[in-house]
């Protein structure tokens, strides 16, 4: 993990934005891409998604992969299995 490369500036604005947008926190994203197999610390992930440092090419991609599919298929809180209801 290094400060951010020349060419990649801007990418974590990528991620950033549809998670300000989907009203997502740091802690739902983190948790959601670590249960996928991500192995970076929450800190380091705040961290590329202001700008502050790199994540290794296969950390992004997860992470972004953690995002979308967030945005994509949102919380199921309210649902609630079958098994235990009332036929």
Known sequence: MTA?????ND???LVLVPIA????????VWVH???????IGMIE????LHGLMDLPDAD?????YAVDELVRFPSHDN????F???T
């Open 60 to 64: 992004r991609w997860l992470l972004a």
């Open 11 to 13: 990418e974590h604005l």
């Open 79 to 82: 649902a609630s299995s079958p």
């Open 21 to 28: 947008a989907a009203g997502l926190s740091l802690a739902e």
């Open 4 to 8: 951010m490369t020349h060419g990649r």
């Open 84 to 86: 235990g209801q009332d």
């Open 45 to 48: 992930v705040d961290a590329y």
């Open 33 to 39: 891409y670590f249960a996928l197999t991500g192995d």
